[in-house]
């Protein structure tokens, strides 16, 4: 099971910029070979989780949904074993609570205590 730390979330206006931080503990170890994928996923209240994007750890390669991907992206760093999501032109439905875990993540899979981003207009 993975540990994740996340952080950086935090109350903005509309049109603001934050950058979420997400620490793994317990990658498997790095083979050139692996397509080790991270995923960035945010719960607003009373709604499901939903998707935001991920990214192959080994070659960084991102993607991310469409609602976001004009405005947010996603990077990570293989040594400090950090994941970033840098969140541009925020807007009041950004408004949720962001989580990281590994894509896909499977029933059962523990997850972090999120970081919370409340943007306001």
């Known amino acids: 099971q993975l540990q994740l730390i996340e952080s950086g979330g935090g109350p903005v206006q509309a049109g603001d910029s934050l950058r979420l931080s997400c620490v793994v503990y317990?990658?498997?170890?790095?083979?050139?070979?692996?397509?080790?994928?991270m995923g960035w996923f945010r719960q607003a209240p009373g709604k499901e989780r939903d998707f935001v994007g991920h990214?192959?750890?080994?070659?960084?390669?991102?993607y991310l949904a469409d609602s976001v991907k004009d405005r947010f992206t996603i990077s990570r760093d293989i040594l400090q074993n950090t994941m970033y999501l840098q969140m541009n032109s925020l807007k009041p439905e950004d408004t949720a609570v962001y989580y990281c875990?590994?894509?896909?993540?499977?029933?059962?899979?523990?997850w972090g205590q999120g970081t919370q981003v409340t943007v306001s207009s």
């Open positions: 875990n590994k894509f896909p993540y499977s029933y059962g899979d523990s």
């Open positions: 317990g990658l498997p170890p790095r083979t050139p070979s692996s397509n080790y994928v």
């Open positions: 990214i192959v750890w080994n070659g960084g390669g991102a």
